[in-house]
């Protein structure tokens, strides 16, 4: 039987509606949520990246700013919009794209940001909040992961969970949040012995990775939940995740497609904390 497709389009449709209900509602109260996006260089993923999240911005109502630098931009004179941003009482969300250029330290960029304006959630505060089991600002990735998970009734609790990749931007968090659902976590990486035998283990499998199609439908466990994070561009320009879509959801019990699944997840999962920032402001 093939799998049940994970439709985060769809999923994310809804949760923008309610972002947008929920902007409409602080606007009456004479809040409007905004958005800073500071792009530095001309990187051609990015600037599709950053004009998809500002026209979803716009569409739910949230004030949206983009502020483009060249590739020779300093690392100071960046350093100096977001301390600009962080005054500015009329942003309440700054996201910074990523990659930055190579003489711009991006570390010390994100960690420049106030962490109640960082809804990227890559703040060194926000990830240590996260350790604790105290989320402030989820990383959006792994915070639209979830969603997809519990709007799809995929049980967590007890199950055996591989997340492979550990970036501090998704496999790191997501572990920690599948933790928080009593998942039994395990991290893999490039180093991990018998990768397929630990990817078949898992109850449910995520692929954060970036190698395309890295996952095919024998490292996959039947009945699993396979969520795949990758974005890669082949060289007749169509996109596929790290996993075989066409293998793997022979196998397993639910699959997200790409693109189309967490993808749209992540920018709504942006709009929500954008949201989520601005009524901390006013408490």
């Known amino acids: 039987m093939a799998a049940r497709i994970l ?91 990523l990659p930055l250029p190579k003489q711009i330290n991006a570390y010390k960029v994100l960690e420049s940001v106030s962490p109640a304006k960082d809804i990227d959630g890559f703040h060194a505060a926000n990830l240590g909040a996260l350790v604790a089991g105290t989320p402030h600002m989820v990383p959006c990735t792994p915070a639209g992961v979830m969603r997809l998970l519990q709007h799809a009734s995929v049980p967590l609790a007890g199950a055996r969970a591989v997340v492979i990749g550990r970036s501090n931007i998704v496999g790191k968090p997501l572990a920690l949040l599948l933790l928080q659902q009593d998942a039994t976590v395990t991290i893999c990486h490039s180093r991990t012995r018998d990768l397929e035998k630990v990817a078949r283990s898992a109850d449910i499998l995520i692929a954060a990775v970036g190698r395309a199609k890295l996952v095919t439908g024998a490292m996959v466990k039947p009945g699993a939940c396979v969520i795949d994070v990758g974005v890669n561009r082949l060289a007749d320009g169509s996109l596929c995740g790290d996993v075989d879509f066409a293998s793997a959801s022979e196998v397993a019990g639910w699959i997200t497609p790409v693109p189309g699944g967490v993808g749209p997840m992540t920018i709504a999962m942006l709009l929500e904390n954008c949201v989520r920032a601005a009524r901390a402001a006013i408490r």
């Not at 449709?13 to 500071?38: C, D, F, T, W």
């Not at 993923?45 to 569409?59: F, G, L, P, Q, T």
């Open 7 to 97: 439709d985060g389009k769809s999923l994310a449709a809804q949760v923008r509606a309610a972002v947008k209900n929920e902007v409409a509602a602080l606007s009456h109260r004479g809040i409007r949520p905004g958005l800073a996006v500071l792009l530095a260089g001309d990187n051609a993923a990015s600037r599709v990246y950053v004009r998809n999240k500002v026209r979803a911005s716009e569409d739910t109502g949230v004030r949206s700013q983009l502020i483009e630098l060249p590739a020779s931009v300093s690392e100071q004179a960046l350093l100096d919009h977001v301390l600009s941003l962080n005054e500015d009482r009329e942003v309440h969300g700054i996201l910074v794209q």
